[in-house]
């Protein structure tokens, strides 16, 4: 779906806040414009892992390496996490199955850490830090939420709901300068900000962090369950 422009949403606020015949000569106002609608997609985008936004893409680990990069161009989105590292979640492939990484690296790790073994654990810093090195070539799979495109010129698109930024956009700037009906658009504002977290604890939501893993089959023994 194609979003509108920060210049159109520019345009419509202005708009909507009575200023209208400002145009371009606006100055300090202007420049106060943009900046709700790029804090409004900013705020907005911290609240959800977004569906549209969430990828994944496949690194390739070698042996006795335990350092990759951020993700750079996603599966399905092409799009990169390399700024924001909004990782939710690290898995790879051991004997066909895939095994979901825990994120964590305590400081007891870092003395085994050149034990090469099976990865276990990841920590993000300026690189994603894998614990143990490999002992083996791994692919890892790396899913995450993508980056914010640019806004800040004006045919430069918005990433999100257009609708959501123009609203958070116009409820600040009501309140900022002092309209009267600022608080209706509040109301809106609290409103859709509350759908919001309620639908990242959703079945049919956002992508939810943490789900519990499918539980493990119990080993087969022979005499009960194997002839």
Not at 35 to 61: E, I
Not at 89 to 96: A, Q, R
Not at 137 to 151: I, K, Q
Not at 189 to 194: E, I, P, Q, R, V
Request: proline residues 4%; aromatic residues 8%.
């Amino acid at each position: 779906m194609a979003y509108r422009t920060l210049e159109t949403l520019r345009t419509e606020l202005l708009a909507r806040l009575g200023m209208a015949g400002m145009g371009a000569s606006g100055g300090a106002n202007l420049t106060s414009i943009d900046s709700f609608l790029r804090n409004g997609q900013a705020q907005l985008y911290r609240m959800q892992d977004w569906r549209h936004l969430t990828d994944y893409q496949d690194k390739t680990l070698g042996q006795a390496q335990n350092l990759l990069d951020y993700p750079n161009a996603g599966v399905m989105t092409g799009r990169s996490c390399a700024r924001d590292q909004r990782i939710l979640k690290v898995e790879t492939i051991y004997s066909g199955q895939y095994l979901q990484l825990r994120e964590g690296i305590t400081t007891d790790m870092w003395s085994t850490m050149e034990t090469q073994a099976q990865p276990i654990r990841y920590e993000r810093y300026a690189q994603m830090l894998i614990y143990p090195k490999a002992n083996q070539v791994y692919t890892v799979r790396v899913w995450f939420v993508a980056d914010l495109d640019p806004f800040t010129e004006d045919d430069d698109t918005a990433t999100l709901d257009d609708e959501m930024i123009l609203l958070h956009a116009l409820a600040n700037a009501k309140a900022h300068y002092r309209q009267p009906d600022a608080p209706t658009y509040q109301g809106q504002l609290n409103t859709l900000l509350g759908t919001l977290r309620g639908q990242s604890f959703g079945e049919n939501g956002v992508y939810r962090r943490g789900d519990s893993p499918a539980p493990m089959r119990k080993p087969a023994v022979v005499g009960r369950d194997v002839p």
